[in-house]
């Protein structure tokens, strides 16, 4: 063996290790990306079903909406008429109330007035 032979040996011998130095890495990262692989995979297999989910509650709330869409305008149109039987009600007895509330009080003060002119002629 001549000195050229042993150079190329030795040469052939550091590349082999250096290569197997190498792959080590490239092993791990090979494993992660598959771990990495399969991570996706579950998200996406899980996210689907959500997703589908989601879909069906936003429907249903959206049936809700409408639903309660009717309920408020009900609401409001008795609301008004309440309003428009009360305005009613104020304009057709609240006047005749005051008026027999203002003669009562009139009659009671008359009658207080009598009864106190007659103590005092005794």
Not at 25 to 42: A, F, N
Not at 59 to 76: K, R
Not at 90 to 115: E, N, W
């Amino acid at each position: 063996m001549s000195v050229g032979d042993v150079a190329g040996l030795i040469a052939a011998l550091a590349f082999v290790l250096l290569v197997g130095f190498l792959a080590v890495p490239l092993i791990k990262l090979g494993r992660v990306l598959d771990e990495t692989r399969t991570s996706v995979k579950e998200i996406t297999d899980h996210t689907v079903p959500v997703l589908d989910e989601t879909a069906t509650l936003v429907a249903s709330s959206n049936t809700q909406l409408e639903n309660i869409d009717t309920v408020t305008t009900a609401a409001a149109q008795v609301s008004e008429n309440v309003s428009a039987l009360t305005s009613l009600f104020a304009a057709t007895v609240g006047g005749p109330m005051i008026k027999a509330a203002a003669f009562s009080y009139g009659v009671r003060t008359a009658l207080s007035g009598l009864a106190a002119s007659a103590r005092r002629s005794r």
